[in-house]
């Protein structure tokens, strides 16, 4: 099983980012479980002012991220459910996965909740 890493980035610091993928990325390893974390440092400080992240481009970030996807069994948020709620990335990135029946979880710090449904809905103009 491989696992795409969703994590919320946008307004926190590039270390609180990093240490929090290592602490998953850690979790993952101890059970057997191969990830694709899209977090890049780099990309980070280019997209950063005093070290917190602000995505200047945030839909080209997450198209250059969100195709690694497709390679991936399954995507897990890793943050709390409002933090979820905040994050558009994180967003979509549930929402591919869900739309091409893959696997997604919620990773809150605690334990692992597997998303029940998500919805997409379009009001369209008559």
Do not use: H, W
């Not at 839909?59 to 905040?86: H, P, T, W």
């Amino acid at each position: 099983m491989k696992v795409y890493l969703a994590t919320p980035m946008n307004g926190k610091s590039i270390e609180e980012i990093k240490e929090k993928i290592a602490d998953f990325a850690s979790l993952l390893a101890n059970k057997g479980i191969d990830f694709f974390n899209p977090f890049l440092e780099t990309v980070a400080k280019d997209n950063a002012a005093d070290g917190i992240v602000k995505d200047k481009r945030p839909i080209e970030m997450l198209c250059n991220s969100a195709r690694y996807i497709e390679d991936c069994d399954g995507v897990i948020v890793i943050g709390s459910r409002e933090e979820f709620k905040q994050s558009k990335g994180c967003q979509i990135e549930a929402m591919i996965a869900a739309l091409y029946d893959k696997d997604c979880y919620l990773y809150d710090g605690n334990e692992f909740k597997r998303f029940k449904s998500i919805e997409l809905k379009f009001g369209v103009e008559k």
